[in-house]
């Protein structure tokens, strides 16, 4: 119900605002189950065990950080549907959606010949939709309003959370890795009906003859999880200082330009 949801956001807002609640993050780590995800040169390792055990590091990573809470919304080799993993983020009044995914290179690239990590978030059109979802739910304007700023407010977040997400790993991995925030090129849904600011990382190229073994080496999740964990903090920290990335703080039609438009590529490597 739109009425509940308003309220909780509110709530996670108001308490936010006075430092009172928890900066909880919902991981997702990408597929599980019989949704195996992206196969490896090891024929048994899958994407879906690479993103789990990320995601399991960088929750480790933060257990016992004052004032952050990491939900995981798969935690083991289970097939998740995507509802559900969304339904998880909502619940849990996550205040980051953050989807672990790992790459592989399509077959008009050629296998192998693609490196580096991407981020996405979900492209203008998508955003439009879920402003247009927000004000139809409302009861009347002053709502719809709301709602409206809400959704395109999680939006320029989203992207805030992006660029942070970006610097982290590119620090990490090199920047020559860094193939850029994107929002097309990949499966989307599970970024989609959620009520907070929301992110897919893909970590790199499995396929890759030196970037695959990496990434399943301890050294190499640990490195990607540290990133990942060290963004997190950056951003509750953030959010305790009351900064935010300049772009939500902007007149709403310079605002609205940050994210229209642009279909392909916000910013690319
Ligand atoms: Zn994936």
Same mark, same amino acid.
């Given at each position: 119900m739109f009425h509940s949801s308003a309220a909780s956001i509110l709530f996670a807002f108001l308490a936010a605002a006075t430092g009172e609640s928890p900066f909880v993050v919902a991981l997702d780590p990408g597929h599980g189950g019989s949704n195996r995800g992206a196969p490896t040169a090891r024929p048994e390792l899958y994407e879906k065990h690479l993103t789990l055990e990320i995601a399991r590091l960088v929750q480790r990573r933060l =257990?016992? %950080?004052?004032g952050l809470k990491i939900v995981l919304c798969r935690t083991g080799d289970l097939l998740v549907p995507i509802r559900a993993r969304t339904r998880c983020a909502n619940q849990a009044n996550a205040r980051l959606f953050l989807s672990v995914h790992a790459n592989a290179a399509s077959v008009e690239q050629g296998p192998g010949s693609q490196r580096g990590f991407e981020i996405f978030v979900l492209p203008a059109s998508d955003v439009d939709q879920e402003v247009a979802r927000a004000a139809l739910l409302a009861d009347d304007d002053a709502q719809a309003a709301w709602a409206a700023h809400r959704a395109r407010t999680t939006a320029a977040d989203s992207l805030a959370a992006a660029r942070r997400i970006r610097w982290r790993l590119a620090d990490a991995l090199g920047s020559d890795r860094d193939r850029g925030i994107k929002q097309a090129g990949a499966t989307l849904d599970v970024l989609q009906g959620l009520d907070m600011p929301a992110v897919l990382v %893909?970590?790199?190229? =499995?396929?890759?003859? %030196?970037e695959g073994p990496f990434l399943l080496s301890e050294a190499g999740k640990k490195t990607v999880a540290a990133a990942l964990a060290g963004a997190i903090t950056d951003l509750r920290s953030r959010e305790l200082r009351g900064q935010r990335d300049p772009m939500t703080t902007a007149p709403p039609g310079q605002r609205r330009g940050t994210t229209a438009g642009r279909p392909a590529s916000v910013s690319g490597p």
């Open positions: =257990l016992g %950080e004052p %893909e970590v790199g190229f =499995l396929d890759h003859a %030196e």
